[in-house]
Nanobody, 118 residues
Framework: QVQLVESGGGLVQPGGSLRLSCAVS????????IGWFRQAPGKEREGVLC???SYTNSMQGRFTISRDNAKNTVYLQINGLKPEDTAVYYC????????????????WGQGTQVTVSS
């Protein structure tokens, strides 16, 4: 049974940092891309960052995604958090290459809440 479990969310002040984790069970991550998505209240789910099966880390602005295939876990580091980063953050898997097409991801976690507020 495939299962993705996100953790690491919480309440953080603006300017702070968080590292979210996505632990995957039921299959090995070696050949899969992992995407992080987020959904703010009243908004559609949007892509944050993705890492393909051939990569161990990727960075875009304040966001860094990394993977540890030995632990079957993917991480999302967010620095310089802003109130607009407040959302539920989800991880999801798809075979091989990254895509920001949400519908192309087969397996999803339940999400972890990130709240940025002073």
């Amino acid at each position: 049974q495939v299962q993705l479990v996100e953790s690491g969310g919480g309440l953080v002040q603006p300017g702070g940092s968080l590292r979210l984790s996505c632990a995957v069970s039921g299959f090995g991550l070696d050949y899969y891309a992992i995407g992080w998505f987020r959904q703010a209240p009243g908004k559609e789910r949007e892509g944050v960052l993705c890492i393909g099966s051939s990569y161990t880390n990727s960075m875009q602005g304040r966001f860094t995604i990394s993977r540890d295939n030995a632990k079957n876990t993917v991480y999302l580091q967010i620095n310089g958090l802003k109130p607009e980063d407040t959302a539920v953050y989800y991880c999801a898997t798809r075979f091989s290459k990254c895509s920001m097409d949400i519908d192309s991801y087969a397996n999803w976690g339940q999400g972890t809440q990130v709240t940025v507020s002073s």
